[in-house]
């Protein structure tokens, strides 16, 4: 029970140390193949795959609890991303023009950032322990993916929604959604193989039975 509990303290480490890249480097737009995207979505996929194992080894309830630790602590970023960046700066700083561009960012990028996340990632939970159910804790791959894959793109739909709609045009917006959503879509089925790797590390065994 203590190792579980050490794995579990390392997993939300894990999870919270993605959440928190994730929305620093937000900012920086990538090519990867013809899709123009943050390179966020190169690390924040990894917060799926980890909810997913803690959903598998520790239950729904534990799950949750995870989300919403890093609920708080995107929270406590952007709260003290703000005061930092309105605290006037040194006379001798001459780096506020670009500080100001990282972590100044407007209320409408941040509302758009926390309310995807917490639907999301509710939404991965809640739907990885419905197909639980459905397939009587078999088939982990399928359960992995089929609550990533819709994860990702409720997570992506409603941030480019709420951060961008009435700014750029419609076409834009939903080149925009496709382009991140299929960078996102592909990363989720690699992640498969991971997610088996991080039950056995944790577990001991590649699938946890319900009730077991």
């Known amino acids: 029970m203590e190792k579980l509990n050490e794995r579990l303290i390392l997993l939300t480490g894990i ?13 920086k737009l990538v090519n990867i193949g013809p899709f123009l995207v943050p390179v966020a979505v ?12 803690v959903s598998e080894v520790y239950g729904k309830r534990t ?5 919403w630790t890093g609920f708080f602590t995107s929270l406590i970023l952007v709260i003290y991303s703000q005061i930092a960046a309105l605290y006037p700066p040194a006379s001798i700083f001459e ?20 309310l995807a ?4 990632q509710s939404h991965d939970v809640w739907a990885f ?3 639980k159910r459905i397939t009587g ?46 960078v996102k879509l592909i990363i989720a089925a690699i992640d498969t193989p991971f997610v088996y790797l991080g039950v056995k590390l944790v577990s001991g065994r590649w699938v946890v039975k319900e009730g077991s």
Request: net charge neutral; charged share 5%.
């Open 129 to 131: 322990h419905f197909w």
């Open 137 to 182: 804790g078999s088939h982990l791959w399928l359960r992995n993916n089929l609550s990533t894959m819709v994860s990702q793109f409720i997570d992506t739909l409603v941030f480019i929604t709420v951060a961008f709609a009435g700014t750029v045009p419609g076409t834009a917006l939903s080149q925009m959604v496709f382009s991140q959503y299929a």
């Open 95 to 114: 780096g506020n023009e670009a500080f100001m561009k990282v972590f100044g960012a407007t209320p409408r990028i941040v509302l758009a950032s926390i």
């Open 15 to 27: 999870f919270v140390s993605a959440l928190t890249i994730s929305n620093v480097i937000a900012g």
């Open 42 to 53: 190169l690390c924040y996929p990894i917060t799926f795959a980890v909810t997913d194992i």
């Open 63 to 67: 799950a949750q609890k995870v989300v």
């Open 117 to 120: 996340y917490v639907l999301s």
